[in-house]
C-alpha cells in the first residue's frame, strides 16, 4: 500500500519542521533576553534606553529680572522647573554670589540645577540680567530766618534808625526759590538772592522803619514764603513817642481880609498822619501850593483883598485814601476813597458831618471848604466841598470843582449822561455861563460881546447839551484843561458872589476896571491836559448829600 508509505512520511516531515523552528525560537529569546533590561512597572514590562536628560533653559519658569527700582531690600530672581522637567534642586547666582543683591547695579544671573532621576545636572544656565536702580533722591525743603532786634524807641520828629539785616538759610536739600517779602509800616530792602540752591545756602535783606510813623507802637511780622510750601518770618519792633503837641483841631490862620463879611476859605487835610501836621510839615506845604495857585487863578488874583484863609489840622492814623469804597484802611479822618460809584478818578470825602465840624472851628461861616487828600493818586470831586488829591495835575480839578460852588455850569458835551440824568433845557436856562439862545443881543453875557478886549460869543454845546445851548467861549476850566483860566460871564458870576459875601453892590466898572483878561487861543487842539474831567457833581452828590444844595453857603442860602 504504497500511498499509505508516502502519507506518513510527509507528516513526519511536517512534525519535524515544527520542532526545529520551535527550538529556533526559543534560542532566539533566549539571545535576546541576554542583551536587554527588563523593566518592571505597574502596567507591565517596559525596555529603557538607560540615558538621563539634561535641562535646558526652556524647562524653566523665570521671573524677577530686569529693571528693578533700589528700595534697600533685597532683590530676588524666582526660578522654577516646568512641570514634568527636572526636580533637582536650583541655586540661583549674581554675579557669581548666592546671596541676593540690593545695592544698584547691574548682575549677571545664572543658575545651577543638581541631578535628579533621569536629569543630568545642569550648570551656569543664563537667566537674564537683573539691573537694580538707584533710588531717585528725596529732598526736604525748607529754610529759617535770624531773628530781628528791636529798633527801640524814638521821639517825633525822629531821624529813621539804622536798617538791619534778616539772614535766611536753607535748611532742607532741596532748592528753594524765594519771594520778596513786604511789610506796611517797614522798608524791606530786596533779597540778596531768589534762590537757595542747596542746603547751608544763604540770602538776606535789610529792614528800617519807614519815616514819619505817627507816635505808637509798631508791630508787624514780616513772612518770607517760598517754593514748595516754605516759609518762615521775623518780627520787627519800632516804638515812636510824640515829641510833639497833637496839633488836631488846631486852626491857623493864614489870611485875613480887612473886609467886614469877606469870603472865608478854609483848608482840611486827610490822610495826614501827626508827623505829616507837624509845622511846616507836608500838610501846611501842601496847603501854601494850592493856595498860591489859586490866587493865580482870575479872578481870584484881582480879589485876594476879599478872601480870608484858614487851614485845619486834622490827624488821622494812616496817610492815604481808600482805593475802593468798601476797603477797611486807610483809617483817615474824613473817610475819603476813590473809586467812589464805580469811577476811579472821582475821590470823595465821605464824612460830610466832620468835614462841616471841622471848617467850622476856622469860622462859623465858611464859603469855600477844600479837602487835601494826602494820595498821589489822580483824582478829586466837588459838590459841597471841593476835594483834590497831592497829584501835581489835580489842582485842575480845585479850579474847576470850585467853579461848580460859585455856582458855574459844566460847559462840556456828555449827551450819555445828560439823557441818563434826565437833564431838561429848563435847568440849562438857570445856568449863569450857558444859554439856550444863540441871539448875541440876547444872550446872558451880551455886555461883554463886542466889548474891547474880550471875545465872548456863542459857541454851541454845553452844560452836556451837543445841542440847544450855547457856551461863552471856545476853551474855559469849566469845559477842558486847555486853558486854566474862566470866561468872562464866569468871572463876574465869580465875583458878583464875592461882592455879595462882602456886603457891597456889583458893579460892572469896577468888574472891568479889575478884570484880567486871559487870552484865549483860537482854533487850537485841545490837548492841554491828558487828564479827564471831573465827573459831572449830580452824578454823586446826591447820594453823599441828599437833596441839600450842591453849592457853597452864600449870603442868603441854607443847608
Keep these: 500500500m504504497p500511498f499509505s508509505c508516502k502519507r506518513r512520511s510527509y507528516h513526519i516531515i511536517t512534525k519535524r519542521f515544527f520542532t526545529a523552528l520551535t527550538v529556533i525560537l526559543i534560542l532566539f529569546i533566549g539571545f535576546s533576553l541576554t542583551t536587554c533590561d527588563i523593566a518592571i512597572t505597574p502596567s507591565g514590562i517596559k525596555p529603557e534606553r538607560g540615558e538621563n536628560k539634561t535641562p535646558v533653559i526652556s524647562d524653566f519658569t523665570i521671573s524677577g529680572t530686569g529693571d528693578i527700582t533700589q528700595d534697600g531690600s533685597p532683590k530676588t530672581v524666582a526660578i522654577s522647573a516646568k512641570e514634568g522637567k527636572t526636580s533637582g534642586a536650583i541655586t540661583v547666582k549674581y554675579n557669581g554670589s548666592t546671596a541676593a543683591p540690593s545695592a544698584a547695579g547691574e548682575y549677571l544671573v545664572l543658575f545651577d540645577v543638581a541631578a535628579a532621576p533621569g536629569w543630568n545636572a545642569a550648570n551656569e544656565l543664563s537667566a537674564g540680567i537683573l539691573n537694580i536702580l538707584s533710588a531717585p533722591p528725596v529732598y526736604t525743603y525748607s529754610f529759617s530766618a535770624s531773628a530781628l532786634a528791636s529798633f527801640g524807641t524814638l521821639q517825633t520828629p525822629y531821624s529813621q534808625p539804622a536798617s538791619k539785616t534778616v539772614t535766611i538759610t536753607s535748611t532742607g536739600t532741596g532748592a528753594v526759590t524765594l519771594n520778596q517779602p513786604t511789610a506796611a509800616n517797614?522798608?524791606?530792602?530786596?533779597?540778596?538772592?531768589?534762590?537757595?540752591?542747596?542746603?547751608?545756602?544763604?540770602?538776606?535783606?535789610?529792614?528800617?522803619?519807614?519815616?514819619?510813623?505817627?507816635?505808637g507802637t509798631y508791630t508787624e511780622t514780616i513772612s518770607i514764603s517760598g517754593s514748595n510750601g516754605t516759609s518762615a518770618a521775623v518780627n520787627a519792633n519800632f516804638t515812636v513817642t510824640s515829641g510833639v503837641t497833637n496839633p488836631d483841631r488846631k486852626v491857623k490862620p493864614l489870611r485875613l481880609s480887612q473886609k467886614a463879611s469877606p469870603t472865608n476859605i478854609v483848608f482840611l487835610g486827610d490822610g495826614f498822619n501827626l508827623a505829616d501836621n507837624a509845622e511846616g510839615g507836608l500838610f501846611d506845604t501842601k496847603v501854601a501850593d494850592l493856595s498860591n495857585y489859586f490866587f493865580s487863578i482870575q479872578p481870584y488874583s484881582g480879589y485876594e483883598d476879599y478872601f480870608s484863609v484858614y487851614s485845619v489840622y486834622a490827624v488821622s492814623t494812616d496817610r492815604g485814601a481808600k482805593k475802593n469804597p468798601t476797603d477797611t484802611v486807610p483809617n483817615t479822618v474824613f473817610n475819603s476813597t476813590f473809586n467812589y460809584q464805580g469811577i476811579?478818578?472821582?475821590?470823595?470825602?465821605?464824612?460830610?458831618?466832620?468835614?462841616?465840624?471841622?471848617?467850622?472851628?476856622?469860622?462859623?461861616?465858611?464859603?469855600?471848604?477844600?479837602?487835601?487828600?494826602?494820595?498821589?493818586?489822580?483824582?478829586?470831586?466837588?459838590?459841597?466841598?471841593?476835594?483834590?488829591?497831592?497829584?501835581?495835575?489835580?489842582?485842575?480839578?480845585?479850579?474847576?470843582?470850585?467853579?461848580?460852588?460859585?455856582?458855574?455850569?459844566?460847559?462840556?458835551?456828555?449827551e450819555e449822561y445828560r439823557i441818563a440824568a434826565g437833564i431838561t433845557i429848563e435847568q440849562a436856562k438857570s445856568q449863569p455861563n450857558v444859554d439856550v439862545t444863540s441871539d448875541l443881543s440876547k444872550i446872558k453875557w451880551s455886555h461883554f460881546v463886542g466889548r474891547s478886549g474880550y471875545n465872548d460869543t456863542a459857541w454851541l454845546g454845553g452844560f452836556y447839551f451837543a445841542s440847544g445851548v450855547w457856551r461863552p467861549a471856545e476853551y474855559s476850566i469849566m469845559r477842558s484843561y486847555t486853558l486854566m483860566q474862566y470866561n468872562a460871564i464866569s468871572r463876574e458870576t465869580i465875583v458878583k458872589k464875592i461882592m455879595g459875601n462882602a456886603g457891597e453892590k456889583y458893579s460892572l466898572d469896577d468888574f472891568l476896571l479889575?478884570?484880567?483878561?486871559?487870552?484865549?487861543?483860537?482854533?487850537?487842539?485841545?490837548?492841554?491836559?491828558?487828564?479827564?474831567?471831573?465827573?459831572?457833581?449830580?452824578?454823586?452828590?446826591?447820594?453823599?448829600?441828599?437833596?441839600?444844595?450842591?453849592?457853597?453857603?452864600?449870603?442868603?442860602?441854607?443847608?
Excluded at 487870552?519 to 441828599?546: T, W
Design 186 to 215: 517797614f522798608i524791606v530792602g530786596t533779597l540778596s538772592t531768589t534762590s537757595l540752591a542747596t542746603k547751608g545756602a544763604t540770602s538776606v535783606f535789610t529792614v528800617q522803619p519807614k519815616a514819619g510813623l505817627a507816635a
Design 514 to 559: 479889575r478884570d484880567i483878561r486871559p487870552v484865549f487861543p483860537q482854533r487850537v487842539a485841545m490837548s492841554g491836559s491828558n487828564n479827564p474831567m471831573p465827573v459831572p457833581v449830580e452824578v454823586y452828590a446826591k447820594s453823599l448829600y441828599g437833596d441839600q444844595k450842591i453849592r457853597a453857603r452864600f449870603i442868603g442860602e441854607e443847608d
Design 344 to 414: 476811579d478818578r472821582l475821590l470823595v470825602a465821605r464824612n460830610s458831618a466832620k468835614i462841616r465840624e471841622y471848617a467850622r472851628l476856622a469860622t462859623p461861616d465858611p464859603h469855600l471848604i477844600i479837602v487835601i487828600v494826602n494820595d498821589d493818586k489822580y483824582g478829586g470831586s466837588g459838590g459841597e466841598f471841593a476835594v483834590t488829591s497831592i497829584n501835581q495835575s489835580a489842582k485842575e480839578i480845585t479850579i474847576h470843582e470850585i467853579g461848580h460852588i460859585f455856582s458855574l455850569a459844566d460847559e462840556y458835551v456828555d
